[in-house]
């Protein structure tokens, strides 16, 4: 069974920074995409940014330059550095892992709230 666990949300004021981190168990980790999303109160799920197992990334033009994507194959754990939060980056947090067959696996979510 696969399972993604989220840690390292919170409540932190505009201009600081957070790590989140997303950990997979039951599948390979090395040889799947890693991706974060958000969701904002009212609106639908968006991509943060993701990351191929080659580690290649790619991000949402709202956090270029401020978000950076990673992952640890030894520790099946993907991250999420945030830096100079904006009150607008306020939502759940979710992780998802892509195999490259068969269906995508989500964590249960994280949340960041982030005060003007």
């Known amino acids: 069974q696969v399972q993604l666990v989220e840690s390292g949300g919170g409540l932190v004021q505009a201009g600081e920074s957070l790590r989140l981190s997303c950990t997979t168990s039951?599948?390979?980790?090395?040889?799947?995409?890693m991706g974060w999303y958000r969701q904002a109160p009212g609106k639908q799920r968006e991509l943060v940014a993701n990351?191929?197992?080659?580690?290649?990334?790619n991000y949402a033009d709202a956090v270029k330059g401020r978000f950076t994507i990673s992952r640890d194959n030894a520790k099946n754990t993907a991250y999420l550095q945030m830096n100079s939060l904006k009150p607008e980056d306020t939502g759940v947090y979710y992780c998802?892992?892509?195999?490259?067959?068969?269906?995508?696996?989500w964590g249960e979510g994280t949340l960041v709230t982030v005060s003007a």
């Open positions: 039951g599948n390979i980790f090395s040889i799947n995409a």
């Open positions: 990351i191929t197992s080659g580690g290649s990334t």
């Open positions: 998802k892992n892509s195999p490259r067959f068969g269906r995508d696996y």
